[in-house]
């Protein structure tokens, strides 16, 4: 069950809004998916990643954004979870398309569409080499897709959990708001708590932490950064103890 000596086993946690245009009303790119997938055949085609993929679903819905328009909490969640699910399954379209093994494994069962997540099986899968796609979050109402992404890196002994964003990593300040923000290369978990620097939400940061699993946070946007990512190189912020 564990990872052979020559691959590393990573997480990559895409956000939904990773896979829609900006600007446009369509909720899935086609353009984008393929893309990623292209990046993630190049990686993959190493030999020297196992791969599980971890999709939000903000690009559709988000829970607690409903829920504070009125909905009920928990009925939100379901709905985002359930938004996870299209996009993990356009993300496998895409990579069988470019004959990439995959599987997606989904928290809530939909025989129909995805197998059931079942970590023993999905730990064979990524020792066989195929990519998983984890959908449906945790399954639970009340967690976000980040903590899913840190949960699975946790369960499937991962070596480190890949957050692709829309930054390039983790800053001392908003660099959105201060000019003199600097950019960690990388960065203690102890720091990030105590500078309230947020890389994840609290839940799935506390899980990398006391699980002993780096986080890095890059920007998915340059061209074949995914690669160098899921390959290891300096992409971003290193997030460790
Ligand atoms: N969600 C949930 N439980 C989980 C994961 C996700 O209830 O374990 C719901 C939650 O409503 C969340 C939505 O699914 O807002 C979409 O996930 P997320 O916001 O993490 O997606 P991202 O921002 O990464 O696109």
């Known amino acids: 069950s564990k990872t052979s000596e020559s691959r590393r086993r990573v997480i990559l946690k895409l956000s939904g809004e990773a896979l829609r245009e ?8 086609p353009e984008i998916v393929d893309r990623m997938a292209t990046e993630v055949k190049e990686s993959v085609a190493t030999g020297k990643v196992e791969l599980g993929i ?15 328009r ?6 939100a969640d379901y709905v985002g979870m359930l938004a996870t699910v299209m996009n993990a399954l356009a993300l496998q379209g895409a990579l069988e398309d470019k004959g990439v093994p995959c599987v997606v494994q989904s928290a809530i069962e939909m025989k129909n569409v995805a197998e059931t997540f079942i970590r023993r099986k999905a730990d ?3 020792s066989d080499g195929r990519v998983v796609i984890f959908a449906a979050g945790t399954g639970s109402p009340f967690f976000s ?8 890196a ?3 002994g991962a070596n480190v959990v890949l957050k692709a964003t829309m930054v390039d990593g983790v800053y001392d ?3 959105k708001k201060n000019p003199d923000a600097k950019r960690y290369d990388r960065v203690t978990y102890k720091e990030c708590l105590s500078r309230q620097l947020k890389v994840m939400d609290a839940t799935a940061f506390s899980l990398c932490m ?5 986080i890095v946070i890059f920007d998915l946007a340059p061209e074949g950064n995914v690669v160098r990512a899921l390959l290891g190189e300096d992409v971003g912020t290193v997030v460790d103890a």
Not at 70 to 75: E, F, I, K, L, V
Request: avoid cysteine; proline fraction near 4%; hydrophobic fraction near 35%.
């Open 22 to 29: 900006r600007g446009s009303t369509d909720n899935i790119s």
């Open 54 to 68: 971890v999709v939000g679903g903000g690009n559709f819905w988000r829970g607690a954004a409903a829920s504070a």
């Open 70 to 75: 009125g909905m009920d909490r928990a009925t």
């Open 124 to 126: 064979r899968h990524l």
């Open 145 to 152: 897709t980040d903590t899913t992404a840190a949960l699975r």
């Open 154 to 156: 946790s369960e499937m």
């Open 173 to 175: 300040s908003d660099p």
């Open 210 to 214: 006391d699980n002993h699993i780096p």
